[in-house]
């Protein structure tokens, strides 16, 4: 099982870049693919961007692709979300996940707040 913590979210001006961390802690990491979703207020949760195991696949929502970059580094444990040329409806709450086979974890969020 792990632990996801996420951090590096805050308030950010249109066409601006942030950059998400998310810190695993516990057993197997390698083993999960890792994703970053969001959810807007009323709105369902979605899938923005995920990674394999190994980090040699990536997928992007076509909202994101071009602007946004998912990374991990599996000696560190760590996954990384680079947030480029930021837009009002990137506004969110993001949350890191973890998934396999045989399980499912989540991180608590971070907030992302675009201003037009």
């Known amino acids: 099982q792990v632990q996801l913590v996420e951090s590096g979210g805050g308030l950010v001006q249109a066409g601006g870049s942030l950059r998400l961390s998310c810190a695993a802690s516990g057993r197997g990491f390698t083993s999960y693919a890792m994703g970053w979703f969001r959810q807007a207020p009323g709105k369902e949760r979605e899938l923005v961007a995920r990674t394999s195991s190994s980090g040699r696949s990536t997928y992007y929502a076509d909202s994101v692709k071009g602007r946004f970059t998912i990374s991990r580094d599996n000696a560190k444990n760590m996954v990384y979300l680079q947030m480029n040329s930021l837009k009002s409806e990137d506004t969110a709450v993001y949350y890191c996940?973890?998934?396999?086979?045989?399980?499912?974890?989540w991180g608590q969020g971070t907030q992302v707040t675009v201003s037009s």
């Open positions: 996940n973890a998934a396999s086979m045989n399980a499912n974890h």
